[in-house]
């Protein structure tokens, strides 16, 4: 209850403050926060700070096959998404060629996504669920073949690494389009 109130408190004040000019004083500013949240470390920044763009700019070093994504898959992908991305309790990976412009469009990997190192980063950032990061870059790599192979946009033994990934042809590349901004 006191978070609330103190929060309630510096609210007044700050609205209060606000009544009074278009610049807010220091003094107006809460010196006491909510005490929410803790620190992130400069190890745990580094470790999510990245970008990757669609034609491969930051990807990082390393590789991997479907054949090695598949004993991953199962370890850490299946129990959320089902046998091979197919009738998982999580979204649906794998299938759905064809159906984008039908009534029931299943959008997946490999019907919707339109850049390989999109899977990648994706992958690299958000998953496994429980612990999203703790894949190595190599792990990255042989889960996007994997779920690539089973969407039949690579072959099993293709290896993707930083120079080939960025060459993959996805099925639904063309479906969209770069957005300008007009002011």
């Given at each position: 209850m006191f978070m609330?109130?103190?929060?309630?408190?510096?609210?007044?004040?700050?609205?209060?403050?606000?009544g009074l000019g278009l610049l807010v004083p220091a003094?107006?500013?809460?010196?006491?926060?909510?005490?929410?949240g803790q620190s992130?470390?400069?190890?745990?920044i580094a470790a999510?700070?990245?970008?990757?763009?669609?034609?491969?700019?930051?990807?990082?070093?390393?590789?991997?096959?479907?054949?090695?994504?598949?004993?991953?898959?199962?370890?850490?992908?299946?129990?959320c998404h089902g046998d091979k991305g197919v009738d998982g309790i999580n979204d649906r990976l794998a299938g759905g060629h064809g159906t984008l412009s039908s009534e029931q469009?299943?959008?997946?990997?490999?019907?919707?996504?339109?850049?390989?190192?999109?899977?990648f980063?994706?992958?690299?950032?958000?998953?496994p669920y429980a612990t999203p990061g703790s894949l190595s870059d190599d792990e990255v790599y042989a889960l996007t073949a994997y779920l690539l192979y089973v969407n039949d946009?690579?072959?099993?033994?293709?290896?993707?690494?930083?120079?080939?990934l960025p060459k993959v042809e996805m099925p639904n590349r063309d479906g969209f389009v770069w957005a300008t901004v007009v002011e």
């Open positions: 609330f109130s103190a929060l309630r408190e510096n609210v007044r004040v700050l609205t209060a403050c606000l003094a107006c500013i809460a010196a006491e926060s909510p005490q929410l992130v470390s400069a190890a745990e999510i700070d990245f970008t990757i763009m669609p034609d491969g700019t930051g990807l990082p070093a390393g590789s991997g096959t479907a054949k090695q994504g598949a004993a991953l898959y199962q370890q850490h992908c299946q129990a469009p299943i959008k997946t990997v490999g019907s919707y996504w339109p850049y390989a190192t999109t899977v980063d994706f992958i690299r950032r958000a998953m946009v690579v072959a099993e033994q293709a290896v993707l690494d930083a120079a080939s």
